[in-house]
């Protein structure tokens, strides 16, 4: 009886906590964001629930599953880097379709979210340094969700760049993020808009970057916070997803396919 207890209990508990993560979210957004029709805010609302009672179920799997996420042999190499709370379950749909515009091999690359993003950043360069070995490979690019765009940052930027060709951070909040409530973890100070994380963002990159973001993510805003046009980089924005959701855009993946295979 109480196994059926519990087993009731945990999708309910997820469930309910999906509906908080959005709930609050979409609320903080609204006095970072343009104005828009409140049907095109409940459409989003819908798809972030929807996308996250979709994929956020599998998320254990993935901390045990391999780490080879398909793509083509023998091509250059692509890391996948997740963002706060994840891991590499939310680059299902990108990794499928960059498999199937031929490039590859894909790597998921799972790190400790809630450690100090330049500890992450030495684990990623000897993730990277891995899949060198592994490929035979002098150089790879990265490809990188929320705080995995600024663990990639502090990698290339600390001398990680000549090992990487391009990287592409997609809702990634380069100048911090406007939420002062609680983000629990070591990782947080990188996430706010501190005078540290000022600093870094001034850093001219040293790779060819493309930043996608949103006009209204609902993490990552206002978004001009996602911008490294003032570093060299490439800013692509797209219309209206939320953070989960942009992943699983087409335009945002061909985005992705299209830079890398350029």
Same mark, same amino acid.
């Given at each position: 009886m109480r196994a059926?207890?519990? +087993?009731? *209990?945990?999708?309910?508990?997820?469930l309910a906590g999906v509906l908080v993560y959005v709930t609050v979210s979409y609320a903080h957004l609204q006095a970072h964001a343009p104005a828009r029709p409140r049907w095109a805010t409940l459409r989003e609302i819908a798809r972030e629930i929807g996308w996250a009672l979709l994929v956020q179920p599998l998320l254990p799997i993935h901390y045990l599953w391999g780490r080879r996420m398909g793509g083509s042999a023998g091509?250059?190499?692509?890391? +996948?880097? $997740?963002?706060?709370?994840q891991n590499r379950v939310d680059f299902l749909?990108? !990794?499928r379709a960059l498999a199937r515009g031929g490039a590859g091999p894909l790597y998921g690359f799972n790190y400790a979210w809630w450690r100090d993003v330049d500890d992450s950043a030495s684990r990623l360069g000897?993730?990277?340094e891995a899949v060198r070995a592994e490929t035979g490979c002098t150089e790879l690019d990265l490809v990188c969700h929320s705080l995995g765009g600024l663990v990639a940052m502090a990698?290339?930027? =600390?001398?990680?760049?000549?090992?990487?060709?391009?990287?592409?951070?997609?809702?990634?909040?380069?100048?911090?993020? !406007?939420?002062?409530? %609680?983000?629990p973890g070591q990782s947080a100070p990188h996430l706010? !808009?501190? #005078?540290? *994380?000022? +600093?870094?963002?001034?850093?001219? *990159? %040293?790779? %060819?970057? +493309?930043?996608?973001?949103?006009?209204? #993510?609902?993490?990552? $805003?206002? !978004?001009e916070t996602s911008?490294? =046009?003032?570093?060299?980089?490439? #800013? *692509?924005?797209?219309?209206? %997803?939320?953070?989960?959701?942009i992943l699983f855009s087409?335009?945002?993946q061909s985005a992705v396919r299209d830079f890398l295979l350029a």
């Open positions: 059926l207890v519990v +087993l009731c *209990l945990v999708p309910l508990a997820f091509k250059r190499p692509i890391v +996948l880097v $997740h963002g706060y709370m749909a990108i !990794a000897r993730f990277v990698y290339v930027t =600390a001398g990680g760049g000549p090992r990487v060709r391009r990287v592409v951070t997609i809702a990634s909040p380069h100048g911090g993020v !406007a939420w002062r409530g %609680p983000i706010r !808009a501190d #005078d540290e *994380l000022r +600093l870094r963002a001034l850093r001219r *990159l %040293p790779v %060819p970057t +493309l930043s996608i973001y949103s006009t209204h #993510d609902n993490v990552v $805003h206002p !978004a911008s490294v =046009a003032a570093r060299g980089g490439t #800013d *692509l924005v797209v219309e209206a %997803p939320g953070h989960l959701t087409r335009e945002v």
